[in-house]
């Protein structure tokens, strides 16, 4: 619950425009493993979104300091990992990127392209609130998911103003949809890490690497978080409640993890053949 009351009191501060939490400080106590690993991500969050998502992350990871089964090598790979999802590559974050690369090279008069931004990345960039709005005759569903694109360069005028116009949506970012979706991923994910350290300790690991499934963006990304959902909710939970009867949960997760690699159907089909198993071995 207190992990939950802070992300809304970050959320809060960052939507009214408020964000004056001081930048988090590493604790000198902290495993010296860790300690650069949470600094770049704390300099990182900070560009990201401000000093109160940063203070989120130090709150999230501090759960794992000095937990029992949690070796300064597991830390540091969770610090790093938690990182890279709290960065997740949306639109606004895109933007800030290629803003930033264009200035770095001075580069606003090469004439190249910086980005491809599909419609439904885009919306879900937006204030999910706008999409509750009905409005006559827009299939909002059916529209978002058009393979429509926007091209948008850095060495026009009008591309850099949709740029900066995107980037400047940072702002609004907790009140998005794809805010809302990783959020609750990540909340999620730390919580089966907590199940692991106190049921199947030896899975932890496999736990913690699971978050490396997700990135990128468009379907990609949309794929591999479905993917993630069915390996938690079809190996890693029931293993947890006690419902099925995985000794070796670790490999079952990499199993799964290689197989959905594989081809869109692999996750699917991997914790299929691993439950039935499963049953044939009880």
């Known amino acids: 619950m207190t992990g939950v009351l802070a992300s809304f009191r970050y959320l809060l501060a960052d939507v009214i425009g408020i964000d004056d939490t001081p930048p988090p400080v590493v604790p000198e106590d902290w495993p010296e493993a860790v300690k650069p690993v949470a600094r770049e991500a704390i300099t990182r969050l900070i560009d990201y979104q401000g000093p109160g998502y940063a203070q989120l992350y130090v709150h999230r990871l501090r759960r794992f300091v000095r937990r029992r089964g949690v070796n300064d090598v597991l830390l540091a790979e969770l610090a790093r990992l938690m990182a890279q999802r709290m960065c997740y590559e949306d639109p606004v974050r895109r933007a800030q990127l290629a803003l930033a690369w264009a200035d770095a090279r001075q580069s606003a008069n090469e004439g190249r392209a910086i980005e491809r ?35 948008l360069a850095t060495a ?39 199940r692991s350290l106190a049921k199947q300790p030896q899975a932890a690991p496999a736990i913690v690497q699971s978050a490396a499934m997700i990135h990128g963006h468009g379907q990609p990304y949309r794929q591999a978080v479905a993917d993630w959902h069915l390996i938690i909710d079809g190996l890693v939970k029931p293993t947890f409640d006690g419902t099925l009867a ?16 594989a081809s869109p159907e692999g996750a699917r089909q991997a914790v299929t053949a691993i439950r039935a198993r499963a049953a044939l071995a009880v």
Not at 175 to 187: Q, T
Not at 247 to 256: G, I, K
């Open 117 to 151: 931004l599909w419609v439904e990345d885009l919306l879900s960039s937006l204030p999910a609130a706008l999409f509750v709005i009905p409005i006559i005759g827009v299939n909002w569903a059916k529209w978002c998911r058009t393979s429509m694109h926007l091209r």
């Open 156 to 194: 026009r005028h009008p591309g850099r103003f949709g740029l900066k116009t995107l980037a400047s949506l940072r702002r609004w970012r907790p009140v998005s949809g794809h805010y809302a979706i990783e959020r609750v991923w990540v909340e999620r994910w730390l919580h089966m890490i907590d």
């Open 246 to 261: 995985l000794p070796d949960l670790a490999d079952a997760v990499t199993e799964a993890r290689a197989a959905a690699a």
